[in-house]
């Protein structure tokens, strides 16, 4: 969400393509030579091919710099960057252990209750964590809508559309309205939205070997803190749970 973001904000035209096999960790051809993890997002932009959200982002800002995405100094750049990193690597497992459990049904009774009551614990703290970053700034990025906004936004939207949204009156939440009116936003929330509300039946496809879940760096960690270790082991017997790829 992130990088289309992006590409929308910087009115570049793209082709999303889901790669096939992706679901199990089988995908090829372009998109594996151009992310040899075989990971999502990935770039192909004539002869370049680039993989991971944050060197896309630091390839469009390079080779595209009007609209900037970055604030203009060296400072504020390093701000934003930071938030980047929180969000990857602390705030979306949440979003992701979340769904593990409630819509992979990855666990059930006691445990259930435990994994999803440390995602929601997690993503309120951090909620508040990003509510004190903005601070009394309009836009996480300063006076500009940019990075820093494109990299919060869809954990956010994420964590609201699962009921877990920030606090009624607190800044977050009015910067969350106001991210979602810019167009590059809004368009790919409600992609978003509408691939939720209508997700087939995960747990049966798990079952069946349709879908063979990444665990992976920080999701890996989220699941092994907040007690699931239990899951992994699971997932690793029954073939289930996928680690990432090495490249050929």
Request: hydrophobic share 40%; with cysteine; glycine share 8%.
């Amino acid at each position: 969400m992130k990088t289309k973001m992006a590409l929308l904000f910087k009115n570049l035209e793209f082709n999303a393509v889901t790669p096939e096999g992706l679901a199990v960790g089988a995908a090829g051809g372009e998109f594996l030579d151009a992310s040899p993890r075989a990971e999502i997002p990935a770039l192909i932009d004539g002869d370049v091919q680039l993989f991971d959200s944050t060197i896309i982002l630091e390839y469009l800002e390079d080779k595209w710099p009007s609209p900037a995405l970055l604030p203009k100094t060296p400072a504020e750049r390093a701000r934003v960057r930071m938030i980047e990193d929180v969000m990857d690597t602390l705030y979306e497992p949440n979003n992701w252990g979340h769904m593990e459990v409630t819509r992979f049904k990855r666990a059930s009774g006691p445990l259930a209750d435990k994994l999803v009551a440390a995602a929601q614990s997690n993503i309120s703290q951090l909620q508040g964590w990003l509510d004190s970053q903005l601070g009394d700034r309009t836009w996480f990025n300063g006076e500009q809508f940019g990075w820093g906004d494109i990299c919060v936004a869809p954990y956010v939207n994420r964590s609201a559309v699962a009921g877990m949204e920030p606090a009624g009156k607190s800044g977050l939440a009015a910067w969350l309205e106001r991210a979602n009116q810019q167009e590059c936003v809004s368009k790919v929330i409600t992609q978003m939205k509408e691939v939720v509300a209508n997700l087939p039946d995960m747990a049966a496809l798990i079952a069946e070997g349709k879908i063979i879940r990444q665990y992976r760096d920080h999701r890996l960690e989220w699941m092994i803190r907040s007690g699931g270790i239990s899951v992994i082991q699971e997932g690793m017997d029954k073939g289930t749970i996928r680690f990432s790829r090495l490249p050929d």
